[in-house]
């Protein structure tokens, strides 16, 4: 919805309840709450912009909202709450509105620049929220690069008229660029209209239409600086050895005769290869060495398939190339979708088509014909890498009927195929033995079978089998794990004793079972003064308890998710951790990479991480808790649904309980087979972390005894 200012604040004091049913009808949002925001906050941005001076530039109000009005990055996960489009003294011009209708009462500084205290949780400050969104338009905005904008951005606290907790110390630098504007009287009467005039001086329809219309584009200068740093010999995290540089050439090889032979037809390499065999690093060296080849030019970017990936991806390419923009070449794979959502499907269902999950081609024809365009068109994007590819998700598998996805409708098909569909060249990295959530059903074969329909022509698949760089460099012990979780005779040549470092083994791999929690603290604090790094693990058996509180380290003991009670001589100490604490619900670098000032950098023993944080990740040496959700009875594994707390689980566990619920045998076994196929995959990604050793505390009694009968003394 593209207005004029004075266009839009008539409409606001006149005819509200209209304006709020239109954004509801165009953003797909209509939730009570949502009306409420809109309904407190627009009169409140109406009455700032209704000011003498402002009153022929542009507001931009489109696609879904968090808050008030936002307008939606290109091929991104961020929203602009609003963007004032116009023209400056020679070039066209946008400025973007971070809206918070905060209590600034209970808001104080944070830790560092970026962060503060809201309601006693960690949020990014409002000036740093917005900063990211201008950097991202600046390097990924199609209009704003071929047309040479300037962009600038604020942030309005709409429900203050005092924001000075936000602009002194050690907020004063940020705010020089970035500054955030109260509703007190200085600052609509004064300071914004002088920064926006700093910005835009007429309006510019034109440039407010292209600015509507912007694509995801790169500015490739700037993103072969990111990969030069990438591919620089001296970041430590990306380095190719072995396994991972045969299928780095073999790569190469592809995508050589595919522009020397068929320049005009697509390409898809699938690259297998278990825990260990270093799939994420030949994920990232292939993508900074394909940016350098000019003659794949065009957008190059690295695909995640969870959130929990994508904040580590991003946090690893900023760390490498040194500056926060260089987190837009990291896409999500749910930035491939065709642009339509859930109360789109309702929508139309209510206009009489059928839609269905099953039937999603016809989905997308339609939403075609009608008007929806995807975010990433065919072929905009020169050369995909998707690491973690098994967790692509693909609703049309058997047996998938009522399974969920957060943030990709269902009736939009397999994300494999929009990957290919918008990609010339496309690089699937996986193992699908570790696919965890119910809605990680993507395998090598439907991967080529909805390439095929997204017009791909090449084929090439590379096994990375002979390689392993974490467990000791051991596959044998890689190997030895998943036959012990699969109740599989061991053989000899991958028996305990071929890789084993403690006692007899003649391994590089230490692996030891402790008599209780405290002994895992004190293991791996031996290994922290030595310098390495470790975690505590453990799979979804203890409920998520602290999930969404703001401080949860300060909890008393007895209010932590883990509160474990053991004997020690004449003692019973008390062990408790929290789960992987996850600022503002959605960064889960942290755990992963402990950053500076973080609990997990001040103790990495402080927190115990899940299979969804860990995976595709490695440290020195870990801590699990095997625990009552995977035991041994009698000669085979069972899976405890009592103990099984997977939220991502949801149809497999509701399966068993139905099941169960039946009597019918059959059903029975079926479903409880799928759940312990599902708990042991949790513990082979968890006990595949570790590249040194891991210590195993178990908490069955039963359990540990079958561990100590297979690693014998």
Not at 352 to 362: A, K
Not at 451 to 479: H, M, N, P, W
């Amino acid at each position: 919805m593209l207005l004029t200012v004075n266009e839009f604040c008539t409409r606001v004091r006149r005819d509200m309840p209209a304006l709020v049913d239109q954004l509801q009808d165009e953003t797909g949002r209509s939730t009570p709450e949502e009306e409420m925001a809109w309904s407190r906050s627009l009169p409140e941005v109406a009455g700032i912009l209704d000011h003498e001076g402002l009153l022929d530039l542009h507001v931009h109000l489109r696609d879904r909202s968090a808050l008030s009005l936002e307008y939606r990055l290109p091929a991104a996960s961020g929203w602009c709450d609003l963007v004032l489009l116009g023209r400056g003294d020679e070039t066209p011009a946008a400025v973007l509105f971070e809206l918070k209708n905060w209590d600034i009462s209970a808001t104080k500084p944070g830790p560092r620049e970026s962060i503060v205290l809201h309601h006693s949780k960690e949020l990014l400050h409002p000036s740093e929220q917005v900063r990211g969104y201008v950097e991202y338009v600046e390097s990924f905005h199609s209009a704003v690069l071929d047309r040479k904008a300037k962009i600038a951005g604020c942030s309005l606290m709409t429900n203050s008229k005092d924001a000075s907790v936000l602009i002194v110390a050690p907020y004063d630098r940020l705010q020089k660029t970035y500054p955030v504007f109260s509703m007190g009287a200085r600052d609509i009467k004064t300071r914004l209209p002088e920064f926006l005039k700093g910005f835009i001086r007429e309006a510019d329809e034109k440039w407010a239409h292209e600015f509507q219309e912007g694509q995801y584009k790169q500015d490739r200068s700037f993103v072969r600086m990111v990969a030069s740093a990438v591919s620089d010999p001296a970041c430590r995290e990306f380095v190719l050895i072995d396994g991972q540089r045969r299928g780095y050439e073999l790569c190469h090889a592809e995508i050589d005769r595919l522009v020397t032979e068929a320049p005009d037809e697509k390409l898809v390499i699938i690259i297998e290869g278990p825990p260990g065999s270093g799939k994420s690093v030949l994920a990232a060296k292939l993508w900074a060495s394909l940016n350098h080849d000019h003659r794949l030019e065009g957008n190059h970017v690295i695909v995640t398939t969870s959130t929990c990936q994508r904040t580590n991806w991003e946090s690893l390419v900023v760390r490498a190339a040194g500056v926060a923009r260089a987190r837009g070449v990291v896409k999500k794979s749910a930035d491939f979708g065709p642009g339509f959502s859930t109360q789109w499907v309702v929508d139309q269902r209510n206009h009489g088509d059928e839609i269905l999950v099953h039937d999603w081609q016809n989905n997308l024809k339609l939403a075609t014909s009608l008007g929806r365009r995807a975010p990433l068109a065919n072929n905009s994007i020169a050369v995909s890498i998707v690491d973690e590819a098994h967790a692509l998700i693909d609703p049309t598998a058997p047996g998938l009927k009522g399974v969920s996805a957060s943030g990709w409708t269902l009736h939009a098909g397999p994300q494999a195929y929009h990957i290919v569909r918008a990609s010339k060249v496309s690089v699937f990295l996986m193992d699908p033995a570790q696919s965890y959530r119910d809605n990680e059903s993507t395998t090598p074969t439907s991967i080529i079978e909805y390439a095929t329909l997204a017009g791909s022509t090449r084929f090439k698949r590379i096994v990375l089998d002979d390689a392993q760089f974490r467990c000791g460099g051991s596959k044998e012990y890689v190997d030895w794990l998943s036959a012990f979780l699969a109740n599989k005779p061991i053989t000899p040549q991958f028996a305990p004793k071929t890789w084993r470092k403690n006692g007899k083994g003649e391994g590089n791999f230490e692996f030891e079972l402790v008599a209780d929690p405290g002994a895992l603290d004190e293991r791996l604090r031996e290994k922290i003064a030595l310098g390495k790094t470790v975690r505590l693990l453990a799979s979804y058996a203890v409920k998520w308890s602290t999930k969404g509180v703001g401080d949860p380290h300060a909890l008393a003991e007895h209010e932590r998710d883990f509160v474990i009670d053991y004997e020690r001589g004449n003692k019973k100490p008390r062990w408790s951790r929290i789960w992987n604490y996850v600022p503002e619900g959605k960064d889960y670098s942290v755990f992963i990479q402990a950053p500076v000032a973080s609990r997990i950098h001040a103790d990495p023993l402080s927190e115990v991480g899940c299979p969804y944080v860990v995976r595709g990740f490695d440290f020195d040496y870990v801590g699990m808790l095997w625990l009552p959700d995977l035991v041994w009875r009698k000669d085979r594994w069972v899976a405890q649904l009592e103990h099984a707390h997977e939220s991502a689980w949801k149809l497999t566990l509701s399966k068993v309980k139905k099941a169960r619920k039946s009597k019918d045998a059959s059903s029975i076994a079926q479903t409880e087979a799928n759940l312990l196929e599902s708990v042991t995959r949790g513990y082979r990604i968890l006990l595949t972390r570790a590249i040194r050793g891991a210590y195993v505390w178990c908490q069955d009694d039963e359990t540990r005894e079958k561990l100590k009968s297979v690693l014998g003394k």
